[in-house]
């Protein structure tokens, strides 16, 4: 372990990274006094932190000593969910795990399936080692989208690749358009740059169905209804284009496909946007007026807007506003919605697909899990799921349609192992629990997508418990498998130095935690977008290519509000402030203040269905049902209710969550979730 940085009497200062799934991927300091982390905080030397955390990484010591952590491998006794298990060896453990998968990788290794997402960030702790371990295996192939890629595919076809404006720049910006995202609740960091802009003088609107936190904050909020984005954002260029608010030379120099955006837009008058958003169309004009003669003008957007049936062409559409007014020309002007594509990872040297020599295995997507581990052998879909190896993630409680992702989980002839720290609703279903450390235990990098600086983790104390880094159980798993390539003994640190290789300093990192990648002020201010045409491409060959529309346009959603008598209510499930994802839920003090699940509901939609405050609901539609509280509320718009997550199943009063109604539908581009694409109906429980 390293030396005291802080060496006060006080305990010693490690420095660390937030591994959490959020865009502002904090510089952490713990504190550890005797062997145990007594305080985590905010470095204040590393700027996007600046020495503030949210109040959920500021109770991580509480979560990593949390009398439920889980400190021994476990073995299911009772039936698969009752949650009973019984302490065995980590030997035991292995060699049973081990036992299991040989039989079934003789036949097809493709009948094992690793199912992960981002509990942890780290390049290390996520798919390090655990990717060598899956190719070397020849096993199923995850598609990663549970969150991130219609919006991330939306801006590869139009910017070239997930890239944007730098994050601290926002704070000289005139306009701001918050799009889709709740950022005091999820991305705290460029909150606080906003309202850097906002105390100098620049307007702040809020673009979201749902009165939030921030919405409350903004000059103005504009309430669309979810899944129609792409339409306001067509009619806000049908206003450019006849009033001429744009920047010619901007747009001849550095954009493809002008003439034909210019076609599409001018079908959008506002008038049309206000009927299908459900908004006035003054709104949409003053909104237009303010994008097209502000400047520099920016627009943060986030994940929330992309998560419905046209998700991908809602973010094209979205991303094409910049390039039409010349706002990239200003390091103030232009859109962020993940910065994570100007980072140089070597995924090949971290993940190994050379592993695979030359097999290529089937690809399952992670939101459709619940569906998938139901199907039978058949072509084309291959091989029945029969064993599921799940790391960083909780499945149960946080994929679509949670009815079928249980009864999959629960079936007798699936072996299933979850490494974890808390006994989860999908831990609940393992046959063999792993449990594993915490931040402040192991080694890792990361990356971000909210800034453009690579940080450093160290261990701050020694393995709560039995507990072992993923990377370890990989390890330990292919030895007992056979594999012997020289890979498997990389260790942690040597993982972390190649993450990146030369790109960035890494005795930097070691000495003071973070290092900023060399990337310039206002990067497109010129074009050189990374693009084949190296253009802004408002018309994408490659999309027509693959005979899908080359320009943006307002699909509407899988469920449009209003399309079901039976179930005529939008539900949107975006993020509660103090959990994340389904992550902090058992924290007390946490839980403490989100108290407990609840549904916002409009007086307008409450009263005529005999909905009191506080009273329990059931929110149904023909996929499940779940109860919680319902709370009449202008934070929702008549018409929508948001059910806000992602709540323990468990700790529900009905033993299910929002995700009980959602669909396993996908978007228009990049396979994603419709999680916010989704009609119930709502009445009072008796
Ligand atoms: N505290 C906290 N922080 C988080 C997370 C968390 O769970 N809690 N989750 C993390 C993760 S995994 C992610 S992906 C990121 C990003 O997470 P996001 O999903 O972007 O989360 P939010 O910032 O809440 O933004 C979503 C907002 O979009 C709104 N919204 C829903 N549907 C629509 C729509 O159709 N159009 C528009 N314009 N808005 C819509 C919602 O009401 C909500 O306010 O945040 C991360 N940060
Ligand atoms: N209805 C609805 N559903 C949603 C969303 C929504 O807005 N609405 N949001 C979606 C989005 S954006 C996302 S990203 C997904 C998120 O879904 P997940 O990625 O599953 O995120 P979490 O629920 O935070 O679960 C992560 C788990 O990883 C564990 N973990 C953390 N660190 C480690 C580690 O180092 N090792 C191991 N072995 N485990 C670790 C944590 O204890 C936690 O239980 O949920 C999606 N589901
Ligand atoms: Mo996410």
């Given at each position: 372990?390293?030396?005291?940085?802080?060496?006060?009497?006080?305990?010693?200062?490690?420095?660390?990274?937030?591994?959490?799934?959020?865009?502002?991927?904090?510089?952490?300091?713990?504190?550890?006094?005797?062997?145990?982390?007594?305080?985590?905080?905010?470095?204040?030397?590393?700027?996007?932190?600046?020495?503030?955390?949210?109040?959920?990484?500021?109770?991580?010591?509480?979560?990593?000593?949390?009398?439920?952590?889980?400190?021994?491998?476990?073995?299911?006794?009772?039936?698969?969910?009752?949650?009973?298990?019984?302490?065995?060896?980590?030997?035991?453990?292995?060699?049973?795990?081990?036992?299991?998968?040989?039989?079934?990788?003789?036949?097809?290794?493709?009948?094992?399936?690793?199912?992960?997402?981002?509990?942890?960030?780290?390049?290390?702790?996520?798919?390090?080692?655990?990717?060598?371990?899956?190719?070397?295996?020849?096993?199923?192939?995850?598609?990663?989208?549970?969150?991130?890629?219609?919006g991330?595919e939306g801006l590869?076809h139009t910017?070239?690749?997930?890239?944007?404006?730098?994050?601290?720049?926002?704070?000289?910006?005139?306009?701001?358009?918050?799009?889709?995202?709740?950022?005091?609740?999820?991305?705290?960091?460029?909150?606080?740059?906003?309202?850097?802009?906002?105390?100098?003088?620049?307007?702040?609107?809020?673009?979201?169905?749902?009165?939030?936190?921030?919405?409350?904050?903004?000059?103005?909020?504009?309430?669309?209804?979810?899944?129609?984005?792409a339409?306001?954002a067509?009619?806000?260029?049908?206003?450019?284009?006849?009033?001429?608010?744009?920047?010619?030379?901007?747009?001849?120099?550095?954009?493809?496909?002008?003439?034909?955006?210019?076609?599409?837009?001018?079908?959008?008058?506002?008038?049309?946007?206000?009927?299908?958003?459900?908004?006035?169309?003054?709104?949409?004009?003053?909104?237009?007026?303010?994008?097209?003669?502000?400047?520099?003008?920016?627009?943060?957007?986030?994940?929330?807007?992309?998560?419905?049936?046209?998700?991908g062409n809602a973010v094209r559409a979205i991303a094409c506003?910049?390039?039409?007014?010349?706002?990239?020309?200003?390091?103030?002007?232009?859109?962020?919605?993940?910065?994570?594509?100007?980072?140089?990872?070597?995924?090949?040297?971290?993940?190994?697909?050379?592993?695979?020599?030359?097999?290529?295995?089937?690809?399952?997507?992670?939101?459709?899990?619940?569906?998938?581990?139901?199907?039978?052998?058949?072509?084309?879909?291959?091989?029945?799921?029969?064993?599921?190896?799940?790391?960083?993630?909780?499945?149960?409680?946080?994929?679509?349609?949670?009815?079928?992702?249980?009864?999959?989980?629960?079936?007798?002839?699936?072996?299933?192992?979850?490494?974890?720290?808390?006994?989860?609703?999908?831990?609940?279903?393992?046959?063999?629990?792993?449990?594993?450390?915490?931040?402040?235990?192991?080694?890792?990098?990361?990356?971000?997508?909210?800034?453009?600086?690579?940080?450093?983790?160290?261990?701050?104390?020694?393995?709560?418990?039995?507990?072992?880094?993923?990377?370890?159980?990989?390890?330990?798993?292919?030895?007992?498998?056979?594999?012997?390539?020289?890979?498997?003994?990389?260790?942690?640190?040597?993982?972390?130095?190649?993450?990146?290789?030369?790109?960035?300093?890494?005795?930097?990192?070691?000495?003071?935690?973070?290092?900023?990648?060399?990337?310039?002020?206002?990067?497109?201010?010129?074009?050189?977008?990374?693009?084949?045409?190296?253009?802004?491409e408002f018309?994408s060959?490659?999309l027509?290519?693959?005979?899908?529309d080359?320009l943006p346009d307002?699909?509407?959603?899988?469920?449009?509000?209003?399309?079901?008598?039976?179930?005529?209510?939008?539900?949107?499930?975006?993020?509660?402030?103090?959990?994340?994802?389904?992550?902090?839920?058992?924290?007390?003090?946490?839980?403490?203040?989100?108290?407990?699940?609840?549904?916002?509901?409009?007086?307008?939609?409450?009263?005529?269905?005999?909905?009191?405050?506080?009273?329990?609901?059931?929110?149904?539609?023909?996929?499940?049902?779940?109860?919680?509280?319902?709370?009449?509320?202008?934070?929702?718009?008549?018409?929508?209710?948001?059910?806000?997550?992602?709540?323990?199943?468990?700790?529900?009063?009905?033993?299910?969550?929002?995700?009980?109604?959602?669909?396993?539908?996908?978007?228009d581009l990049?396979?994603?979730?419709?999680?916010?694409?989704?009609?119930?109906?709502?009445?009072?429980?008796?």
């Open positions: 372990m390293q030396p005291p940085i802080n060496a006060n009497g006080q305990g010693s200062t490690v420095r660390g990274a937030c591994p959490h799934d959020c865009p502002d991927t904090c510089a952490l300091l713990t504190t550890v006094q005797d062997g145990r982390a007594i305080r985590v905080q905010g470095n204040p030397a590393h700027r996007h932190t600046d020495g503030a955390l949210c109040t959920k990484v500021s109770r991580y010591t509480e979560r990593s000593y949390h009398p439920d952590r889980i400190l021994t491998p476990l073995r299911r006794t009772g039936p698969k969910g009752s949650g009973q298990f019984t302490p065995v060896s980590w030997d035991e453990a292995l060699d049973e795990i081990a036992s299991r998968l040989k039989p079934i990788a003789a036949r097809d290794p493709q009948a094992i399936l690793p199912y992960s997402y981002a509990g942890t960030m780290g390049l290390v702790q996520s798919e390090g080692m655990a990717a060598r371990f899956f190719h070397r295996l020849g096993a199923s192939h995850l598609e990663r989208t549970i969150c991130a890629t219609a991330g590869v910017l070239g690749g997930k890239v944007g404006m730098k994050v601290e720049h926002f704070a000289e910006s005139k306009l701001i358009l918050i799009w889709g995202s709740n950022s005091i609740g999820s991305n705290l960091h460029f909150w606080r740059v906003a309202q850097q802009a906002k105390r100098d003088g620049a307007r702040l609107v809020c673009i979201d169905p749902r009165r939030t936190e921030t919405a409350d904050k903004c000059h103005e909020h504009i309430a669309l209804l979810p899944g129609t984005d339409a306001l067509l009619a806000l260029m049908h206003e450019l284009i006849v009033n001429d608010w744009l920047d010619h030379d901007y747009i001849a120099r550095h954009t493809l496909g002008w003439e034909r955006l210019r076609e599409r837009a001018l079908q959008w008058p506002p008038e049309r946007a206000a009927q299908v958003c459900g908004v006035p169309v003054e709104q949409i004009r003053r909104l237009a007026r303010d994008y097209g003669t502000t400047k520099p003008a920016a627009i943060r957007l986030n994940y929330g807007m992309q998560r419905v049936r046209g998700g506003l910049p390039a039409l007014v010349g706002a990239w020309r200003d390091r103030a002007g232009g859109l962020l919605l993940s910065a994570s594509g100007f980072f140089p990872i070597r995924r090949q040297a971290l993940h190994r697909p050379d592993l695979l020599a030359g097999r290529t295995p089937r690809t399952i997507n992670m939101v459709t899990i619940g569906d998938d581990l139901l199907r039978e052998a058949s072509p084309p879909f291959g091989p029945k799921i029969e064993a599921l190896i799940v790391y960083d993630s909780n499945p149960v409680a946080v994929a679509p349609e949670s009815g079928k992702v249980v009864q999959g989980f629960a079936r007798e002839d699936l072996f299933t192992v979850v490494l974890e720290h808390f006994q989860t609703d999908t831990a609940d279903y393992a046959d063999i629990i792993l449990p594993a450390t915490t931040q402040l235990e192991h080694w890792d990098i990361h990356a971000s997508y909210g800034h453009t600086d690579v940080l450093l983790n160290r261990p701050a104390i020694a393995p709560v418990g039995q507990a072992r880094p993923n990377t370890e159980v990989f390890r330990a798993l292919a030895a007992r498998m056979g594999f012997d390539d020289p890979c498997f003994a990389d260790d942690d640190l040597s993982l972390c130095r190649s993450a990146f290789g030369d790109a960035v300093d890494f005795e930097q990192l070691l000495d003071q935690g973070y290092a900023t990648l060399p990337i310039p002020d206002a990067p497109f201010a010129d074009g050189g977008f990374p693009t084949a045409s190296g253009k802004c018309f060959e490659r027509a290519r693959q005979g899908m080359g307002h699909l509407p959603n899988h469920e449009p509000a209003g399309s079901d008598p039976r179930h005529p209510l939008a539900m949107i499930s975006p993020p509660a402030r103090n959990f994340l994802n389904s992550s902090f839920v058992n924290v007390k003090s946490l839980r403490d203040i989100e108290g407990e699940p609840l549904l916002e509901i409009h007086a307008h939609d409450a009263q005529p269905r005999g909905i009191a405050d506080g009273q329990l609901v059931r929110v149904f539609n023909d996929r499940g049902e779940y109860r919680c509280k319902a709370r009449i509320s202008e934070r929702a718009r008549p018409g929508v209710v948001n059910g806000l997550g992602i709540w323990w199943r468990k700790l529900g009063p009905s033993g299910t969550n929002v995700n009980e109604v959602t669909s396993q539908r996908l978007t990049g396979n994603g979730p419709v999680f916010y694409d989704c009609l119930v109906e709502v009445s009072p429980c008796a």
